[in-house]
């Protein structure tokens, strides 16, 4: 469980950042060359995400990218 926790952390803290740069490149006062930026940085945090997703295991066992349906405690 602490894995799969430490993962969503992760991945909330980057979903703030992408919040944060959505709310900054829809002021009018920043210049293209800014959201150019701005838009480089989201991708790169958005694959950030995918990359937690995909790698966060537990006994070999992906646990937060959809693929395992079923887990079994004992």
């Known amino acids: 469980v602490n894995v799969a926790d430490d993962a969503s952390q992760s991945v909330s803290d980057l979903l703030k950042r992408v919040r944060e740069i ?3 490149a829809s002021s009018a ?8 930026n701005l838009s480089t940085e989201m991708s790169g945090l958005i694959t950030e995400g995918g990359r937690v997703a995909d790698n966060t295991k537990f006994n070999k066992i992906t646990l937060t990218n959809g693929t395992t349906t079923t887990l079994s405690v004992r």
């Open 29 to 36: 006062t920043i210049s293209s060359a800014d959201r150019t």
């Open 22 to 24: 959505a709310v900054q």
